[in-house]
């Protein structure tokens, strides 16, 4: 927005910034119809556990509506200030840094958490099991960021961790789904993994 102020293009962004009011209006009239309707948007199953594939699903949608309003809320901030107080505020991009860092941290702890966890319902034994090591590698690897200096920078030394409990957990489904073929046919652990993927293209090639 700062840059298209300086531009050729900032008379024709300002106008875009006038449909505002009708961007509002809309907004009002889509929410009405969704409240209006909301008996026909209701779904016939429930939630059975918070701790379910479903609720992470339903976590991860959260997390992204949050990251959009932050992102819409910090560039529209300054317009909406100017109008109601007369005043140019800017908000720069520490400010979306501050918010959307943590945001996107929880993405990707549930980019781990996902895939791991089963429909409906999950036991806590289960979860225990599943991520045990990947939790035990990311805390090392945190550990060794901070002996090494990282401390100093917080997110970044939860990102390198978080990266490890993703990585461990998809190598973990990987390992465990071959070791079982190989258990049970007696092949090689490669031609058990090649097994394991063609028998589920879908969930192992996502």
């Not at 050729?8 to 009405?32: N, Q, R, S, W």
């Not at 119809?33 to 209701?42: E, F, Q, S, T």
């Not at 140019?88 to 958490?113: A, H, M, Q």
Request: overall charge positive.
């Amino acid at each position: 927005m700062h840059a298209f102020a300086q531009s050729p293009i900032g008379k024709y962004f300002v106008i875009f910034l006038d449909f505002v009011i009708f961007l509002a209006i809309g907004l009002a009239a889509t929410i009405y119809l969704i409240l209006d309707r909301l008996g026909y948007l209701r779904s016939e199953a429930r939630l059975e556990s918070v701790i379910s594939r479903e609720s992470s699903f339903m976590f991860n949608n959260l997390i992204l509506l949050a990251s959009c309003f932050a992102v819409l809320w910090g560039t529209m901030f300054p317009v909406i200030s100017e109008a109601v107080t007369g005043e140019k505020i800017s908000v720069d991009s520490p400010f979306f840094n501050r918010i959307n860092i943590p945001i996107g941290l929880g993405l990707l702890l549930l980019t781990g958490i996902g895939p791991m966890i089963a429909w409906r319902r999950s036991s806590t034994e289960s979860l225990r099991k599943a991520f045990f090591w990947p939790s035990i590698l990311a805390l090392a690897v945190m550990i060794g960021l901070a002996i090494a200096g990282v401390y100093e920078h917080p997110f970044a030394m939860v990102s390198f961790g978080l990266c490890m409990f993703v990585t461990a957990t998809i190598f973990s489904e990987f390992w465990k789904g071959a070791y079982t073929i190989r258990a049970k046919s007696g092949i090689g652990l490669i031609p058990s993994t090649i097994e394991l993927i063609h028998r589920n293209t879908r969930r192992y090639g996502g």
